[in-house]
């Protein structure tokens, strides 16, 4: 528990000292010259746990994110990885996730590119009353491809980039006559803090709030349905201007939970 409780500390430590510095790098923005890109979004969302014991489970995941409701691309992600059970309100996640992102917006890559991650995740629930709250803390370790034309080939060079991500979820049970119900209201929000040499100023990534309504039906899965807002930061400048792209739209998840220890 103390090595856990430092860790935390260590954690909101540096996650505060970025927010604040992302704060400041934001406001100085703000005296600049911005290029806002709007979009609209669809996101569809597979998540799986796969309980081998009590203490660790296989964790599988699926995103297909498209822009213009469902008829262009923007993104699809994958990502895998082991989650070990230090105690029922703490869980560690180490693993791989893989995203290739497309060209679209007002202010699109020249070529859809690839990203390779390596990621470390912390969750630790703390209710309250009847709500359910939970803090999610990740590292990741980011190799991001950048496509170009070499005598008329596509090539791909990668850079080397490390985030940090924090995510405050809250989810509020309905009931009917004192009695809860399978229906519940979620409200989340997740920052994103770029780091390294290979940042330059593009220190605040992306923002992403999420409000959707969850069912759920029986103990093996739940959906989750409502509105999302991305605020992304583009890491390249155009003109020397910052790129901001406003992406709201529809979010529907499934999440799966299979025990297959006891069989």
Same mark, same amino acid.
């Given at each position: 528990?103390?090595?856990?409780?430092?860790?935390?500390?260590?954690?909101?430590?540096?996650?505060?000292?970025?927010?604040?510095?992302?704060?400041?790098?934001?406001?100085?923005?703000?005296?600049?010259?911005?290029?806002?890109?709007?979009?609209?979004?669809?996101?569809?969302?597979?998540?799986?746990?796969?309980?081998?014991?009590?203490?660790?489970?296989?964790?599988?995941?699926?995103?297909?994110?498209?822009?213009?409701?469902?008829?262009?691309?923007?993104?699809?992600?994958?990502?895998?990885?082991?989650?070990?059970?230090?105690?029922?309100?703490?869980?560690?996640?180490?693993?791989?996730?893989?995203?290739?992102?497309?060209?679209?917006?007002?202010?699109?890559?020249?070529?859809?590119?690839?990203?390779?991650?390596?990621?470390?995740?912390?969750?630790?629930?703390?209710?309250?009353?009847?709500?359910?709250?939970?803090?999610?803390?990740?590292?990741?370790?980011?190799?991001?491809?950048?496509?170009?034309?070499?005598?008329?080939?596509?090539?791909?060079?990668?850079?080397?980039?490390?985030?940090?991500?924090?995510?405050?979820?809250?989810?509020?049970?309905?009931?009917?006559?004192?009695?809860?119900?399978?229906?519940?209201?979620?409200?989340?929000?997740?920052?994103?803090?770029?780091? #390294?040499?290979? $940042?330059?100023? &593009?220190?605040?990534? +992306?923002?992403?709030? =999420?409000?959707? /309504?969850?069912?759920?039906? @029986?103990?093996?899965?739940?959906?989750?349905?409502?509105?999302?807002?991305?605020?992304?930061?583009? #890491?390249?400048? $155009?003109?020397? &201007?910052?790129?901001? +792209?406003?992406?709201? =739209?529809?979010? /529907?998840?499934?999440?799966? @939970?299979?025990?297959?220890?006891?069989?």
């Amino acid at each position: 528990n103390s090595c856990l409780t430092l860790l935390f500390l260590l954690m909101s430590k540096k996650i505060l000292s970025l927010l604040i510095l992302s704060f400041f790098c934001f406001q100085s923005f703000s005296q600049e010259t911005r290029l806002n890109d709007n979009n609209s979004i669809a996101w569809l969302a597979y998540t799986g746990g796969i309980k081998l014991n009590q203490k660790i489970s296989i964790h599988t995941e699926y995103q297909w994110r498209r822009t213009d409701g469902f008829k262009n691309w923007q993104q699809a992600l994958y990502r895998t990885g082991v989650n070990y059970s230090l105690r029922k309100d703490v869980n560690i996640i180490v693993g791989y996730a893989f995203a290739q992102t497309f060209t679209y917006g007002d202010y699109p890559a020249a070529f859809a590119f690839p990203e390779h991650r390596i990621f470390q995740q912390v969750l630790i629930k703390n209710p309250i009353g009847k709500v359910d709250v939970s803090h999610r803390f990740m590292l990741e370790q980011r190799f991001v491809g950048r496509v170009f034309l070499e005598n008329g080939n596509k090539k791909t060079d990668y850079s080397y980039l490390n985030r940090m991500r924090y995510r405050a979820k809250v989810e509020i049970p309905f009931q009917k006559n004192k009695l809860a119900t399978n229906w519940s209201l979620i409200l989340q929000d997740e920052i994103f803090i770029g780091w #390294g040499k290979n $940042i330059g100023a &593009n220190i605040f990534d +992306q923002n992403r709030i =999420g409000i959707m /309504l969850g069912y759920k039906p @029986n103990s093996t899965l739940k959906l989750e349905a409502g509105y999302i807002n991305q605020t992304l930061q583009q #890491g390249r400048r $155009i003109n020397n &201007n910052p790129v901001f +792209q406003h992406n709201n =739209g529809f979010l /529907l998840a499934a999440n799966f @939970n299979f025990d297959v220890s006891k069989k």
